[in-house]
């Protein structure tokens, strides 16, 4: 099915950004089907395409994709309201997978879009290819267990349902025509048995009297009461006979439905036949750690919202730590110790944060003052400080943990403080520190609930957006919105509330780092520094990626 190409055509979200209008959908042009394989931006996913696709593009079509589907989940976790649900996907599918309509081209024919109708015709048919091809790729990743398939169902389904709600009823109709959907099933019900029914079926459907003449003029549907299980169990359509009739108000419930049913059966088909995949060999390894993804990415390489910053500055920076670094700080100040994992954890994620080298070493020994002298650092822990910057050793510039595999890899044992705090502390023991970091007492137990469920990362967000209202609403990655997207590491944590709360509006300290963290020499006069909730950004610095799979191996001392 997918065949790696030596060329392919490229495709780039921001050629795509300034056809996504505000209210597109709404545009009063008259609905068109473009030409080529994609007259439509709704797609059945019936066909499995067979054109040539690069191994780059099958995992980065796939993994956006998932990007969209998890945004689904997070709100549906979150239970929050449809319109609410629509703003925030809409706003993950621009950045990771646009689909523009069919208005876009009318718009650009009768020149009212300042483009040429085929660029424009281009940029839709890559969309919808990417939308394609993204489909088939998770649904081979996600056909492979049971929990896999039922999670990919329920999220592909929502998915469809938004977009369909979303189309316009000359489009959907005329898709619908095209797709000739359930041709047998869907019978209109003619305007003599309409009539018979007519109280009936305002009786079924809620209306009150005054709405007959509504239902009078409302296209009815009559369809076998199978189709519409949720319809019926609802008690919002009339059924006689084995038929169910269904307003066209309730036609997406029905259309919906019929989707579900079929992709269901297709998954179940797909993971019949993946074991006889031809190009099994190199797709399974691929198709697996598409599937790993679902916890998030596993690396970092974003610049810190701190720039570069110095020993000094941790403690005033604890505020916008997340609770698992929170932990592991709090242990460090009160032991003066830290165990081999949370060392690792906590160094890498520091130096993520902006500690170059030199202000590292400042840092830990500070930290290890009350328990050993310079000497005795200097033999149990320098040579680890320095490993982790890539200069022992391998001499790899370790990235710091994701929450992935944080919540997955080194279970910490009896004594040790790394972890997340979400997956590995007890309730009783999350609870309090919960109310501790200013969770109101009111949300506690639906934090306690998502990490009962083992929705860790969606309790870290929700932590985030529940005692940091001012980092939600800011000018930053959540886009002035109160849903924002799922915390996924913990430096992306950090960023998000330094530049929600305190980078954008401070004041810049005077103890400034650059070049790579050498001092300026500037002295800490106390009334140039800044006040809590109140830095500003200072030099910018960069983590690099090199190699996120460090476990510590090259270190000296592995105490435990």
Known sequence: MFRQATSSNSYSNSNTAALLLPGDASVAASSIALPGPYPYRLNLYRTPPSAELTLHEFETFALDRLQLLKALESCLLRNKKDDETKDYVDRIAKKYLPLGSNHLANAAKSGAYGQSPHSVFTILDQERRKDHFSHFILRLAYCRSHDLRNWFLKHETLLFRMRLKAEDKDTRDAWLKREKFAASALEIVAADEKASLLRDLAVASGAAASDDEVLRHETIYKVPFEIVPDLVAKRRVLVRCGYAYVPEREHTALIVNQFRDMLKADLEATARALPTLDEGDRLIPILTSIGNQYLGPSGWNETSAAGVIKADDVEKLVQHFPLCMRNLHAHLRADSHLKHGGRLQYGLFLKGIGLPLEEALVFWRRAFAK??????????????????????????????????????????????????????????????????????????????????????TIACTRVFELTKPKAVKAENDTNQKEVMETITHPNMYFNLSYRGTAGKYGRKPANNLENGGQADGSENDASTQPMEGDLAPLATRTTTTTNDDYDGAGGMLVDR
Request: proline content about 6%; aromatic content about 10%; charged content about 20%.
């Open 371 to 456: 328990k050993m002298d310079d000497s005795t650092f200097n033999k149990n822990h320098l040579y680890n400080v320095r490993y982790n910057y890539g200069l022992e050793g391998q001499k790899k510039d370790w990235s710091p943990y994701a929450c992935m595999k944080i919540i997955t890899q080194n279970q910490p044992g009896s004594g040790d403080n790394h972890g997340c705090p979400y997956r590995h502390f007890s309730p009783d023991l999350l609870k309090s520190q919960l109310v501790a970091a200013g969770v109101p007492d009111t949300n506690v137990d639906e934090i306690l609930t998502l990490s009962r469920n083992q929705h860790y």
